[in-house]
């Protein structure tokens, strides 16, 4: 947010942060579940509608690969902010998605608000 006055031309890659939950198939017995971020960059995905975004959510989810046997349990989507910044208005449109439930789309200007 801070950055976004120094940006030229279009701006910076569609950033995608995720976080996936390990549930365990022994929940009980170990420590319950664990949650971990991750952030991969985007490019050409459709940002006119919040449903789009979903969409890329929804077919992550689906993608996902199933965790060895020897883990002992599966990473599931839990949650994901998606970044996209808009060169004409000069800030950041932001989409907020919680598997399963709500999706939040709001917008950040370089001042935060």
Same mark, same amino acid.
């Given at each position: 947010?801070?950055a /976004? ?9 569609? #950033?995608?942060h995720v976080? !996936?939950?390990?549930?365990p %198939?022994?929940? %009980? #017995?170990? !420590?319950?579940? /664990? ?9 050409? #995905?459709? @940002? +006119? +509608?919040?449903?789009?975004? @979903? ?7 689906q993608? /996902? ?5 020897? +883990?002992?349990g599966d ?5 994901? @902010?998606?970044?996209?910044?808009? %060169?004409?208005?000069?800030a950041?449109?932001r989409?907020? =998605? ?8 709001? =917008?950040?200007d370089?001042?935060g +608000?």
């Amino acid at each position: 947010t801070e950055a /976004q006055g120094t940006f030229r031309g279009l701006g910076p890659v569609d #950033l995608c942060h995720v976080t !996936k939950a390990f549930e365990p %198939a022994l929940g %009980a #017995l170990l !420590k319950g579940e /664990q949650r971990r971020g991750f952030y991969h960059h985007v490019v050409g #995905l459709d @940002c +006119s +509608s919040a449903a789009a975004i @979903c969409a890329y959510f929804g077919e992550l989810s689906q993608r /996902q690969e199933p965790a060895g046997w020897l +883990s002992g349990g599966d990473w599931t989507i839990a949650n994901g @902010c998606y970044c996209a910044y808009d %060169a004409f208005s000069r800030a950041d449109l932001r989409v907020d =998605v919680r598997i399963p439930g709500s999706v939040t789309a709001y =917008v950040v200007d370089r001042h935060g +608000s």
